[in-house]
Nanobody, 119 residues
């Protein structure tokens, strides 16, 4: 199973970006999809999560500004980021917890995409 994330870039404060992540491989079932981020010198933190039933939750720092959504047919997860702030600058990682054929339930990570908020 491989995860490919894209959509990062440079944006001014108050701007928007949409991150995408798609999983490929012999996937049987996806239980949960998340977005994490890691800023320089800080620990990786959970930004948003969505279950296979569509239930979503967010870190307090992004609630009301970010929206996570999933497309089960494409094994994809998206993160719409609005009203971006300087402190949103980080490398963003998608994470899936899933069951692949002939493999135990496992965590899978994308390589990360850089989001830079700067004026």
């Amino acid at each position: 199973v491989q995860l490919q994330a894209c959509g990062g870039g440079l944006v001014q404060p108050g701007g928007s970006l949409r991150l995408s992540c798609a999983a490929s491989g012999r996937i049987f079932s996806i239980y949960r999809m998340d977005w994490y981020r890691q800023a320089p010198g800080k620990q990786r933190e959970l930004v948003a999560t969505i279950s296979n039933g569509g239930s979503a939750d967010y870190a307090d720092s992004v609630r009301g500004r970010f929206a996570i959504s999933g497309d089960n047919g494409k094994n994809a997860v998206y993160l719409q980021m609005n009203s971006l702030k300087l402190e949103d600058t980080a490398v963003y990682y998608c994470h899936y917890y899933l069951h692949a054929i002939a493999t135990p339930d496992m965590d899978y990570w994308g390589k990360g995409t850089q989001v830079t908020v700067s004026s």
